[in-house]
């Protein structure tokens, strides 16, 4: 007895070329804060991932011994400031979280 299979081919440029297009389609938007001089942490609604963040027009540093760090609880993403900002406008770059 004599078994013949056949694999249907499979195209891996489109496959990428179609992952690509999902990663260059990814969401952004724009989040405006006020600062008072007193509040550090700043929450981004459900959703949102920080990827920028900028006071008074100043790009800011994320990390530990930086300018911010970016905390999650589980359900939301929150920019911490070392500093509070005192009035000024604080401007969070978020991508959709996927």
Known sequence: MTVYIEKP???????????????RASETQDFLFAGNGTQTAFPLPQG????????????????A????????????YSVVMAVAPSTVDVAIVAQRDT
């Open 9 to 23: 081919a499979q195209n891996l440029r489109e496959e990428l070329a179609a992952l690509r297009a999902q990663v």
């Open 65 to 76: 011994g930086e300018d911010y760090t970016i905390s999650f609880d589980g359900f939301l």
């Open 48 to 63: 949102w991932r920080p990827k920028r963040v900028f006071v008074n027009g100043a790009l800011f540093r994320p990390g």
